[in-house]
Nanobody, 115 residues
Framework: QVQLVESGGGLVQPGGSLRLSCAVS????????VSWYRQAPEKQREWISR???????AYADGVKGRFTISRDDAKKTVYVQMNSLKPEDTAVYYC?????????WGQGTQVTVSS
């Protein structure tokens, strides 16, 4: 059974930075593409970034140039460094892994950008 645990969220002022972590247990981490999503209040969950097993990265337009995704296979952890945060980045952030037809989500971590 694969489990994902996000951490690193919190309250930050506009223009500030946070680094989120997604720690994965179970399965074979090095074989997984890992994605980050977020869900703001009263909005649909949206994809923001992913990193493949070979380190290829992709970003949604709204975070490109501000967020950086990375992975440490030895620690079985994926990170997203979030810089120049804006109030509209306020959301619960989730990581996700798809294995075959099964989707695994973490419990999420809250990010609040406010002065």
């Amino acid at each position: 059974q694969v489990q994902l645990v996000e951490s690193g969220g919190g309250l930050v002022q506009p223009g500030g930075s946070l680094r989120l972590s997604c720690a994965v247990s179970g399965g074979i981490f090095s074989r997984y593409t890992v994605s980050w999503y977020r869900q703001a209040p009263e909005k649909q969950r949206e994809w923001i970034s992913r990193i493949t097993t070979t380190g290829f990265t992709a970003y949604a337009d709204g975070v490109k140039g501000r967020f950086t995704i990375s992975r440490d296979d030895a620690k079985k952890t994926v990170y997203v460094q979030m810089n120049s945060l804006k109030p509209e980045d306020t959301a619960v952030y989730y990581c996700r892994i798809d294995i075959g037809l099964t989707t695994y989500w973490g419990q999420g971590t809250q990010v609040t950008v406010s002065s």
